[in-house]
């Protein structure tokens, strides 16, 4: 996977923030947000795929998990 867009450098301070709104029970996100929870799952996903070539017997590890938990 090859990212298509600049990366955002998240700071600690924003995603506990963000994290804290999370949290709300009606939490409804703004356009802002939805950017930075969007670039965050996208750097997410590349980690895991970067972690999964890396590690291929910790995939099939957690395939099983998953498909033991349906």
Do not use: W
């Amino acid at each position: 996977m090859i990212p298509t867009e600049s990366t955002y450098l998240f700071s600690l301070a924003c995603l506990n923030q963000l994290s804290r709104e999370l949290a709300a029970p009606n939490f409804v996100p703004t356009n802002a947000q939805k950017v930075i929870l969007n670039q965050a799952l996208r750097l997410l996903d590349l980690e895991l795929s970067f972690k999964a070539t890396e590690h291929p017997d910790l995939v099939a590890s957690i395939n099983e998990r998953l498909a033991s938990d349906c």
